[in-house]
């Protein structure tokens, strides 16, 4: 089942018949995302099972944060008023699963600004269950890259109240095409973009105990500069740079994509949502985001069955392997020299509380396997390693930097 559904900021034409053309295949949506409650009421008139997600738009959001970081009270006081513009038609239609709080672009590099969306997030949270009991809530909506990956203890609160009231990060998930050259299946974007959410955030969230549902609330191909990297949001698939329409293209990342999101932790353990594909009309500037009915009807024959859509452009990695620079090279050489033949294997010198880091890491990947650690300084840069053999599984060295898994090598 694809993990696709539809991001409705403005309708496109007949979605609601190839909703229904999908449920009565068997094969509904996964998930729906709309600006206008009535859209969640006729999407769970068609399909129960599809869950539904209602963000309200709003263009002056600043304000809200700005008074969330005074106080708790303050920060009550603004996520009600946001809660209170919309929470009669919620309430009154009561066809709404989830809802999005303001759409906050958490910068990297900025703590103020990302306490102040942590701190309004937490009143949602908490105000929401109060004026809208029946809804759970989405927070922590930011766009790819955002934030960055030594900066993720500035969310262990929001994430354990999110995963307390039953609610989900709302991550969004573009992924960079570069003259229809996708970046889908390049492991260095996957861990920095579009799967980070996965590859790092949520193995972060896991190892500290907090198993959080997320909800790619924004998807799609979008530009970027000439390394790949300098993603550029405006620049959607239809884009000259970008896929430059090209439906076959666009619709095989898809299925790479649902490749990455079905092997993911939160995947294997249904965790994850789904992702709505963005979309929008000429009125706001996201031009090159449009779906037609064309490309909808395409990408409803694939959810029925995914034998319709082409294949990828290049298969995808098994697991995520990200680029490894030479200090890292140099770093994973020196460990594997330290090594000594112990009793259960081969060992390196463990220190308990790295230990612990890397057996939480076995936990995440579901390996069977008893795993050793070391730590090596190479120009002032920290990393730990760990080997792994018990006969039953292939054996895989990891390189951590700064506790966050940089990436392994698998041998045998």
């Known amino acids: 089942m694809s993990y696709f559904g539809l991001h409705l900021q403005t309708p496109v034409n007949d979605w609601d018949k190839e909703l229904i053309r999908a449920a009565e295949a068997g094969k509904p949506y996964r998930i729906v995302k709309t600006f206008w409650v009535e859209g969640a009421k006729t999407v769970k008139n068609i399909s129960q099972s599809t869950t539904t997600v209602f963000r309200h738009y709003i263009e002056h959001q600043q304000p809200y944060l700005d008074r969330a970081i005074i106080s708790e009270y303050e920060a009550n006081q603004a996520a009600d008023e946001y809660i209170l513009r919309f929470s009669d038609s919620v309430n009154q239609h009561g066809h709404v699963d989830y809802v999005e709080s303001l759409n906050e672009t958490y910068p990297s590099k900025d703590l103020l600004a990302q306490q102040k969306a942590v701190a309004f997030d937490r009143a949602f949270i908490r105000r929401l269950a109060v004026i809208c009991p029946n809804t759970r809530p989405v927070v922590y909506t930011a766009p790819p890259g955002n934030i960055d990956h030594d900066e993720y203890a500035v969310l262990l609160d929001l994430a354990r109240e999110c995963e307390a009231a039953g609610g989900a990060f709302g991550y969004h998930n573009y992924w960079s095409v570069v003259n229809k050259h996708s970046y889908v299946n390049s492991a260095g974007h996957a861990r920095d973009y579009h799967m980070r959410w996965a590859l790092t955030l949520d193995a972060f969230l896991v190892f500290r105990g907090i198993r959080l549902h997320h909800m790619l609330g924004e998807s799609g191909a979008i530009g970027a500069g000439p390394a790949g990297y300098w993603q550029k949001p405006n620049d959607g698939w239809r884009n000259s740079g970008v896929w430059d329409g090209d439906e076959n293209g ?19 353990e249904g965790r994850l949502l789904g992702a709505t594909l963005f979309t929008s009309n000429v009125d706001v500037g996201w031009d090159d985001f449009i779906i037609e009915k064309p490309f909808l009807t395409r990408l409803t024959d694939y959810i029925i069955d995914s ?33 000594e033949t112990g009793q259960d294997g081969i060992r ?3 220190d308990a509380a790295i230990q612990q880091e890397i057996t939480a890491d076995n936990e995440i990947f579901g390996l069977d396997l008893q795993i050793v650690t070391s730590e090596v300084i190479i120009e002032g840069k920290t990393f730990q390693a760990a080997e792994s053999l018990t006969g039953k599984c292939p054996r895989r060295v990891y390189v951590w930097h700064r506790y966050e898994p940089l990436y392994w090598y698998e041998e045998g």
């Not at 898809?254 to 995947?267: E, P, Q, R, T």
């Not at 990828?312 to 890292?328: A, G, I, K």
Request: proline residues 15%; without cysteine; aromatic residues 8%.
């Open 250 to 268: 666009y619709l095989s990342d898809l299925v790479s994509m649902d490749d990455w999101y079905k092997n993911s932790l939160a995947g294997r």
């Open 348 to 350: 390196l010198n463990a």
């Open 307 to 339: 034998s319709t859509a082409p294949a990828p452009s290049q298969p995808p990695l098994p697991l995520p392997l990200p680029p490894v620079s030479d200090l890292e090279q140099r770093a994973w050489a020196v460990t594997v020299a330290m090594q």
